[in-house]
């Protein structure tokens, strides 16, 4: 049976007379002619490594790899190394690199190497492991756990080959759930937004479940908070009838165990209602001036972000895209309202003023996006409650949208999809062409090129890069699209970024049991992509129960920066990367070079 038959059938058979158009169908799978069979991607080669559940970090021969930077590890000299007793106090990871390292950027500043990483959230079992219930239990359990959050910044150098954080460097900071933050953009004053802790609304707290990041042509971060939702609950009512706003955020009368609450009476949502919307944005941050305040920049949305991939549309508006990373949610776009003009200090204010924009995907290839402002809701509510201004438009409710990533070399973007058990089974999310399987268990790579080329643009095409699934087990679709093979085969796409000669590198978060629908795929890790022949090759496989997330290089673009999260999450006694022996399993950042001292992307 051809893949076509095969597509259509197992399409059928799923969803009954569901009717597909040919245009469709060229979306959902990769023509063969674009599949490569050269053996390089642009400016790299190497021999694709084999899938395997070790408990290490695997590069192909030619390549090595060190460790930069765990958590714990101290970015001042008057703080203590990493105690693999306690586990560190709440003085000690105040002054030390935070937990589960992700997204992160490299800033060339005044001939010193920094690096900005965010620490999304805590592995609770691991980080309070020094505790019979494996969580926190004490104030000062507390005072940890949120200073394990948020933006680490650090200036790194290479002694000898390898990199290391510079203790002490004037760039060092910490930004964490305790943080003073500006809210900029139209909800900046909102009444929404006030406080008891800040009459003005236009001040938040801390900045806390940062995934993805995004950077600017103006040398700013971007941190995207994603699950906002887990650290608030209501104590004070533990029966309280949330409000739909709240529901649809997640929020519920419990948080996911890290008891904030304890020590901050903010985090209880019934008795500060207003606290909550002070989080879910992007955060803007200078990591040239640390003695800057970061700033949430409320014109892109609140919801839970993924990354931001900035980029310059041929008219000179800047175009930041944004995926929600939730079952059913939302792809969007926002486009600032004033140019790009390089080395002008009106740049710092081009995030704080625009459109938003969410995509809606036709079966037939093409999409558009929508402008929010058709929700009929004002400025600032799209901005607060960005997620209603998007279902009262129509936007197609997505398989998890994940990171994006644009191409240096052509005018596209890419988005991966994670997966998504709820496709085809809850009435919001049927199955349609850009989320074509039922209960997604292995995710998607979907990629579009604007209208005119202009990233601006209201229109585009689009067609799937990538299904990722197992050839060898699967049926029908989830065997996957041809550029997925036996050996080289993932799930869960998740961190997608572009290096500078147009490789698309592919990090995953998934299934890492290797058995059933998962069998063949091994330890999550990440791959390249030739964009232009589709070509898919494993690149780095990562250690026991960690997820590959993070990837930045160094400005001579001889090393790759690749993070590594949550090793052992779920059977700490079992990983002891990166430090071996019997050591706690810690989230780090490592370095990749050539050994032959070439670029890397
Ligand atoms: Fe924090 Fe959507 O991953
Ligand atoms: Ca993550
Ligand atoms: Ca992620
Ligand atoms: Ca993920």
Redesign the pocket.
């Given at each position: 049976m051809s893949d076509f038959n095969e597509v259509v059938s197992r399409r059928k058979f799923l969803q009954g007379s569901f009717a597909i158009g040919i245009g469709a169908f060229a979306a959902a799978t990769i023509p063969s002619k674009a599949i490569g069979f050269g053996s390089d991607f642009n400016g790299i080669s190497f021999t694709p490594l084999a899938a395997n559940s070790k408990d290490t970090i695997t590069v192909p021969k030619g390549f090595s790899w060190h460790t930069v930077a765990a958590w714990g590890d101290p970015l001042w000299s008057g703080a203590p190394e990493f105690d693999q007793q306690t586990r560190g106090t709440g003085e000690s990871q105040e002054l030390s690199f935070g937990d589960n390292n992700?997204g992160m950027s490299l800033f060339e500043v005044n001939g010193k190497s920094v690096l900005a990483v965010n620490n999304?959230y805590c592995n609770r079992k691991i980080i309070y492991g020094n505790r019979a219930s494996g969580l926190p239990e004490t104030p000062d359990d507390v005072r940890k756990g949120m200073a394990a959050h948020g933006v680490s910044i650090f200036e790194v150098a290479q002694k000898g080959r390898k990199w290391e954080i510079v203790k002490d460097s004037l760039y060092n900071r910490k930004i964490t759930a305790d943080t003073k933050v500006a809210i900029d953009g139209p909800a900046a004053g909102h009444p929404l937004l006030k406080t008891d802790e800040d009459q003005t609304g236009k001040l938040a707290r801390g900045t806390f479940n940062n995934?993805g990041n995004g950077r600017t042509p103006w040398g700013t971060y971007l941190a995207c908070e994603?699950?906002f939702h887990g650290y608030f609950s209501s104590p004070s009512d533990p029966n309280a009838n949330l409000s739909a706003d709240l529901k649809r955020y997640g929020v519920k009368t419990k948080d996911w165990g890290y008891n904030w609450v304890m020590n901050q009476d903010r985090f209880d949502v019934v008795k500060n209602p207003n606290e909550i919307n002070r989080h879910g944005y992007i955060t803007e941050i200078d990591p040239s001036k640390p003695q800057s305040m970061p700033r949430k920049q409320t014109a892109m949305g609140r919801f839970k972000h993924?990354n931001c991939e900035v980029v310059v549309s041929k008219n000179g508006q800047v175009v930041a895209y944004m995926g929600d990373?939730e079952r059913g949610e939302h792809l969007y776009k926002f486009v600032s309202k004033g140019k790009y003009i390089k080395g002008a200090a009106s740049n710092y204010d081009l995030l704080t003023e625009g459109d938003l924009f969410v995509a809606i995907f036709n079966e037939n290839g093409t999409g558009r996006w929508v402008n929010l402002k058709e929700s009929g809701m004002s400025d600032s509510d799209i901005s607060i409650f960005t997620r209603m201004a998007a279902t009262q438009v129509g936007a197609t409710t997505m398989d998890r949208p994940?990171w994006v990533a644009a191409n240096p070399n052509k005018v596209e973007a890419y988005c991966a999809l994670t997966n998504n058990k709820n496709r085809g089974v809850k009435p919001n999310q049927p199955v349609n062409a850009v989320n074509p399987r039922v209960e997604n268990p292995y995710g998607q790579i979907v990629r579009w090129t604007p209208d005119n080329n202009e990233h601006a643009a209201d229109g585009f095409k689009w067609d799937l890069f990538a299904m990722a699934g197992n050839p060898v087990v699967g049926e029908g679709l989830m065997k996957g699209s041809e550029n997925i093979t036996k050996d080289n085969m993932f799930n869960s796409p998740?961190g997608i970024a572009f290096d500078s000669k147009g490789n698309l590198w592919i990090q995953t978060?998934g299934k890492y049991t290797n058995q059933g629908a998962f069998e063949g795929m091994g330890n999550n890790q990440m791959l390249c992509a030739n964009p232009r022949t589709g070509k898919i090759d494993r690149f780095l496989v990562g250690p026991k129960e960690c997820e590959i997330t993070g990837i930045t290089w160094s400005s001579d673009k001889k090393t790759m920066f690749v993070g590594v999260q949550h090793p052992g999450e779920n059977n700490p006694d079992k990983c002891h990367f990166p430090d071996g022996g019997s050591s706690v399993p810690r989230s780090a950042i490592v370095a990749i070079s050539r050994n032959d001292g070439k670029t890397i992307g």
């Open positions: 992700d999304e995934c994603e699950n993924e990373d994940e998740d978060d």
